[in-house]
């Protein structure tokens, strides 16, 4: 049956095995990377067992890629990056040369070519935005200028990889044609059409597609059907990475990033994100995937020791670079340590930079799969590190949660969990009325706007209990859940519930299976959203 619908078994075998492995490594408090790695390994053919097709992986995988670099382009914004230029762009651009060299280094002593060494060494200077935005946000500190140096640094290293991208198989030929001993004229011809070609692309796409692009979307957006307004994005993305390819001969990567900028200009990004999320996370699952079906795990027992030479250039290469760098630039250890851990790993970037390598037969694939070994351990190991030298975010506030615990929370005063779109018209009712209460919030934009608007703002998540302990959870009269997210609030409750058993919660819940959830698990007042409005209507029809 199997070989009668290798698509579907690919996909199916590929999603499958990366949930439960992903699952795992969850349950592990491992990155879901490396399980989506490893069941790629296990599918892969280098394993016993079901092997799933290669070819349709990688093409599947094509798909993640175009839809990675979409969400990159959508997400990239000249104004952060703007703002943190002069230390991202040199510290960018000085790490990429320095692990570049390391890279090359390391592959002259195995004897490849000079394309291959720097096939190799871009490989393991570019970090993983996903790895990168997990630790970052595990650590509350997306939002802190040290966050936002980080993520600006990972822009220019994207920005250059781009760049590598479009180069590197021109740069190939280049190579091919001098060593065949051809002319000046050549040599420089295929380099010089590439660079064409991408102007010409990149013109069309400022010119029309930032015209043409947001008009068609606003159009759709008119329609009111939310399924056109999917299939448009999607069309979007998927057609100008593929016209790019066709017409233009440059990467399907190269494309889906135009394609995700020039929409991210646009009111609709935040939408656009939105709607593409799932396809682009299976998609994303997939290429990671194939990624470890390439993986022959034989490297790691016959070069063991140009494994740890790899690893070592990830974490300690690039970290040492990154370090001095920040500090040469003025800025305090805390920052250093920070963009160096976070940076010490490699991801999606590689993979594709290492699938290009082999593909145009400069990067053996000896080098590939030390690429993909470095790429799994340095993910492995990122979290420790990251928690053994960055001051978690958390640990200054609780600090200052403890102080503002000692003197804010009153007998029997109220909390209120989530200062967004209710919590803050609650807020603003309750301060009219003189009812002390403590409001935690976990965004810290918002909490920064609670704090503002004066009130007393714990900053963390209600699921903590370290958070409610410091908004005097043992205390207080009445629990306000007002996050949008009903399975959540019933986890605070239970947090709470724990804490104080005679607080009184109010939670808020989005469904009908949501609210019989916080009903189940004792929730005394679940108010739900849909349910209030028809009665409000109903009641201003007369009928109520
Ligand atoms: P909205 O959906 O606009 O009402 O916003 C909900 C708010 O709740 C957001 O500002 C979230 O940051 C906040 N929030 C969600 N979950 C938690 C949590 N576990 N702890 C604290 N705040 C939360």
Redesign the pocket.
């Known amino acids: 049956m199997p070989h009668h619908t290798p698509l579907i078994g690919t996909i199916v075998a590929g999603l499958v095995v990366a949930f439960i492995l992903g699952a795992i490594a969850h349950r592990l408090k491992l990155s879901p990377l490396v399980g989506y790695l490893l069941a790629g390994i296990m599918v892969g053919p280098f394993t016993p067992g079901f092997v799933a097709d290669a070819n349709l992986a990688n093409e599947l995988a094509e798909i993640g890629v175009i839809l990675l670099m979409f969400g990159v382009g959508l997400h990239f914004s000249l104004r952060d990056l703007l703002s943190v230029r002069m230390i991202a762009v040199p510290g960018a651009v000085g790490q990429i040369a320095v692990a570049t060299l390391l890279g090359m280094a390391l592959a002259w002593t195995q004897g490849w070519s000079i394309m291959g060494g720097l096939v190799f060494g871009l490989a393991l200077s570019v970090a993983s935005t996903v790895v990168l935005l997990r630790a970052l946000q595990g650590a509350n500190l997306v939002e802190t200028r040290r966050g936002r140096i980080a993520v600006g640094w990972l822009i220019v290293e994207d920005l250059a990889m781009v760049l590598a991208l479009v180069l590197l198989p021109a740069l190939a030929g280049v190579m091919n044609n001098a060593e065949a001993g051809a002319g000046m004229e050549a040599l420089l011809a295929p380099l010089l059409g590439t660079m064409l070609k991408v102007m010409g692309f990149v013109a069309l796409m400022l010119i029309v597609g930032r015209r043409v692009i947001p008009w068609a979307l606003h159009w759709v957006v008119h329609t009111g059907s939310r399924e056109l307004f999917r299939l448009a994005v999607l069309a979007i993305a998927l057609g100008v990475a593929f016209g790019a390819a066709v017409a233009f001969d440059v990467s399907f990567a190269l494309g889906a990033f135009f394609a995700g900028m020039i929409l991210g200009e646009t009111p609709l990004s935040r939408r656009a994100t939105e709607e593409t999320l799932p396809l682009r996370d299976a998609f994303a699952v997939l290429f990671f995937v194939s990624v470890g079906m390439l993986f022959n795990p034989a490297v790691l027992v016959q070069q063991p020791l140009l494994l740890f030479a790899t690893v070592a250039i990830i974490i300690v290469g690039k970290s040492i670079a990154a370090f001095f760098i920040v500090r040469a630039f003025g800025h305090p250890t805390d920052t250093a340590l920070t963009i160096s851990a976070s940076l010490a790993q490699i991801g999606e970037f590689s993979f594709i930079l290492a699938s290009l390598g082999t593909g145009l037969g400069v990067l053996p694939a000896e080098g590939r799969d030390l690429i993909l070994a470095g790429a799994i351990v340095s993910i492995l190991l990122n979290p420790i590190i990251f928690s053994l030298v960055v001051r978690d975010r958390k640990e200054e506030e609780a600090e200052e949660n403890e102080e503002a615990a000692t003197e804010k929370p009153r007998m029997g005063h109220v909390i209120l969990?989530?200062?967004?779109?209710?919590?803050k018209l609650i807020a603003m009712r309750l301060a009219e009325r003189n009812i002390h209460f403590v409001v935690?919030?976990?965004?810290m934009e918002?909490a920064d706007e609670a704090e503002e608007a004066g009130l007393s703002v714990i900053r963390?998540?209600?699921?903590e209990d370290r958070?409610l302990i410091a908004a005097g959870i043992g205390k207080a009269r009445r629990l306000l859940i007002?996050?949008?997210?009903g399975f959540?609030a019933g986890a605070?409750h239970q947090h709470a519930y724990h804490l104080n058993p005679a607080i009184q919660v109010i939670a808020r819940a989005h469904s009908d299976a949501e609210a019989v959830h916080l009903e189940g698990l004792g929730v005394p007042y679940v108010v739900m959203g849909e349910r209030e409005l028809a009665s409000r209507m109903l009641v201003l029809c007369g009928a109520g």
Request: charged fraction near 25%.
């Open positions: 969990v989530g200062y967004g779109r209710v919590g935690i919030e976990g965004d918002r963390g998540s209600a699921l958070h007002a996050v949008p997210e959540e605070i």
